[in-house]
């Protein structure tokens, strides 16, 4: 059966802002957090502390966070390494995630390692941010397929996640970086998790909407018991080291769909539709949300 409430772990202020062409100045990404918690939304990404010559776009991560740290909500923070942890760390981040990949080529294109390398550079900053407490959600990127590599094995995908639990991460997310996985292949990837002992709880997935299957994604996720959904206000994303990724599934998309099966999320997709407007005026194009469309005048 499905979930009777899904925690939405919004990602528009990393995950959608990373991808800019232009840097969004940071007065304006605190206001979007701001107004984007302000929706009812409980789980807002807030930047990353990764190198800034290979994000330039959330190179301020040092103003940002302290600009949107007194919020009621939890405010993720992606670190890929120990110096990524001490930054975090140093401004009072309590939730942090490091990003594995299933695939050799993109491990190599996003994080300058292989596979194990990666999983290796993760240990000790897993292991520190649980001798704080501090919550540690494991992402896995290219569950599905890699634009170099193609359909990504779904043992493969195992190995990972089950690596990422081992060290000791409290969640998983499942990535469809390049959005181009259908709702058999995440049936499939799922049962298969279960089979090797990841328990549903621990799962979030994490679609992008490339070739518009992200929300029939999530319902097949849905059905197998996944309560963590990630989603992009106003549908913004990509990732610049994966060609081919654009936006995230947009918030307002899911939201709509939640309401109609009568699932609770918190969430008032009229303030949620208002802040991505205002979003897209910011960056001189509208969303490419059906309902944010639908939903305002854009
Ligand atoms: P590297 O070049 O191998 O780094 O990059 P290094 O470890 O060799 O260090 C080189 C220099 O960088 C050193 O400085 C470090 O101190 C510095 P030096 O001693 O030479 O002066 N450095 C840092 N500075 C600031 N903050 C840091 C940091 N780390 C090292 N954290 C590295 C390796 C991991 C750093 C680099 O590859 C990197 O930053 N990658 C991040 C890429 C990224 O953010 N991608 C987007 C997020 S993932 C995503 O979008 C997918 C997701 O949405 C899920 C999905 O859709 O699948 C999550
Ligand atoms: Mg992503």
């Known amino acids: 059966g499905l979930p009777a409430r899904v925690r939405i ?13 232009a840097t969004v100045p940071t007065a304006v990404k605190a206001e979007f957090v701001r107004r984007l918690a302000g929706t009812g939304l ?11 010559k290979w994000v ?19 405010l993720p923070v992606l670190v890929p390494n120990e110096r990524g942890l001490d930054r975090a760390l ?17 491990a190599k ?16 900053v897993v292991a520190r941010a649980k001798e704080q407490d501090v919550h540690v959600r494991g992402y896995l990127s290219m569950c599905f397929g890699d634009p170099w590599e193609g359909a990504v094995p779904v043992p493969q995908v195992v190995r990972v996640c089950r690596a990422l639990l081992d060290m000791g991460c409290d969640e998983l997310s ?11 292949h995440v049936t499939a990837l799922i ?10 709880p621990a799962l979030g997935v994490h679609f992008h909407d490339t070739y518009g299957q992200a929300l029939s994604n999530t319902l097949a996720a849905l059905q197998q018991g996944v309560a963590t959904v990630d989603a992009s206000a106003g549908g913004l994303g990509g990732c610049p080291y994966a060609k081919s990724a654009t936006g995230n599934l947009a918030t307002e998309d899911l939201v709509w769909m939640l309401r109609g099966l009568g699932i609770d999320t918190g969430v008032d997709l009229g303030r949620l539709v208002a802040t991505s407007v205002w979003m897209a005026a910011h960056l001189g194009r509208p969303s490419p949300s059906r309902t944010v469309r639908a939903l305002s005048h854009q």
């Not at 140093?90 to 993109?106: D, K, Y």
């Open 90 to 106: 140093a401004l009072g981040a309590r939730r942090v995630a490091v990003f594995a990949s299933a695939t050799e080529s993109f």
């Open 9 to 21: 772990h919004e990602v528009g202020a990393r995950d959608g802002l990373q991808n800019e062409k």
């Open 174 to 184: 499942l990535g469809d970086t390049i959005g181009v996985a259908t709702p058999g």
């Open 191 to 200: 049962a298969a998790l279960t089979e090797a002992g990841v328990p549903v």
């Open 42 to 52: 409980t789980t807002i990404e807030a930047t990353s502390f990764v190198h800034p």
């Open 109 to 124: 294109a996003n994080l300058n390692r292989t596979v194990d390398e990666a999983l290796a550079m993760f240990e000790p």
């Open 56 to 74: 330039p776009q959330l190179a301020d991560a040092e103003e940002l966070y302290p600009a949107v740290s007194d919020l009621p909500v939890e």
